[in-house]
């Protein structure tokens, strides 16, 4: 009984330290700060494969963008997919997006009516909780001229 018990309890100390001191490899989302600085040491090339569409030299300069959607082009929108994590409802994503029209709710993760956003530190935050339907998040904030950083969770 106590070999279970000592077992038991290497286990759990050995689950606690892998949790805390190790990074996640299901984690593959790019740090906001990274993400920040290649947009404005980038504005201009991203300005310009948007203006073309296409996307191959961006693709190939960094290791940050997972993937681009631009299916909003003609509406003045492309998301820039900057990873993710977890599973199922345990899911969070990042990246950045190109608004034109600065709109903050053309994304696929945010709320549909920019009345919802509420200002938070240097972005604006939108929490379904606060309406008690779930448990979704949506934080966008400003990195430079009409491109915008995002995080999202589920």
């Given at each position: ?10 286990l ?42 296409e ?40 990246g ?17 009516d ?22 979704n ?18």
């Open positions: 009984m106590k070999k279970v018990l000592c077992l038991l309890l290497c759990t100390m050995a689950l606690s330290l892998v949790s805390c001191g190790f990074p996640n490899p299901f984690d593959d989302r790019a740090k906001k700060e990274a993400i920040f600085a290649y947009v404005k040491a980038n504005e201009e090339t991203l300005l310009e494969c948007i203006d073309k569409n996307y191959l030299s961006i693709r190939l300069s960094t290791n940050i963008i997972r993937g681009i959607d631009d299916d909003g082009i003609g509406n003045g929108f492309v998301d820039f997919d900057c990873g993710g994590a977890g599973f199922g409802p345990g899911t969070a994503y990042c950045f997006y190109y608004s034109v029209d600065d709109n903050l709710t053309g994304l696929w993760c945010s709320p549909r920019s009345s919802l956003l509420k200002q938070s530190g240097n972005g604006y935050l939108w929490e379904q909780s606060w309406t008690n339907e779930g448990d998040t949506y934080y966008t904030e400003n990195i430079c001229g009409h491109f915008y950083y995002y995080e999202a969770s589920f």
